[in-house]
């Protein structure tokens, strides 16, 4: 069992930044893969970023890509999501999520991953 919480939500104006903080449970978190993904009021749960176990497979949305950076500390259990030039697009309650999948590669479908957080809502103002 795996329980991940997020934190580091809030309100922004456009073009401001928040750093999104995920942290587990447990003594494997080095072996999972995590994930950040966000829904908006309507419409589907969308992926957002992925970084592997060892962080050398990385993956953004193109929506994303030059303006989110996904890390993570296996130390400390936590991984990071660094949200830069927001716009108010980027308004969702963003959850990071685990894929315990011993595979290397990050996964991008939300059916993949196995444990989610509460979500923490994330709302950008024009």
């Known amino acids: 069992q795996v329980q991940l919480v997020e934190s580091g939500g809030g309100l922004v104006q456009a073009g401001g930044s928040l750093r999104l903080s995920c942290t587990a449970s447990g003594r494997a978190f080095g072996v999972y893969a995590m994930g950040w993904f966000r829904q908006a009021r309507g419409k589907e749960r969308e992926f957002v970023a992925g970084?592997?176990?060892?962080?050398?497979?990385?993956v953004y949305a193109d929506s994303v890509k030059g303006r989110f950076t996904i890390s993570r500390d296996n130390a400390e259990n936590t991984v990071y999501l660094q949200m830069n030039s927001l716009k108010p697009e980027d308004t969702a309650v963003y959850y990071c999520?685990?894929?315990?999948?011993?595979?290397?590669?990050?996964?991008?479908?939300?059916?993949?991953?196995?444990?989610w957080g509460q979500g923490t809502q994330v709302t950008v103002s024009s």
């Open positions: 970084v592997s176990r060892s962080s050398l497979d990385i």
């Open positions: 999520a685990a894929d315990i999948n011993l595979g290397s590669r990050v996964r991008i479908v939300v059916d993949d991953y196995n444990y």
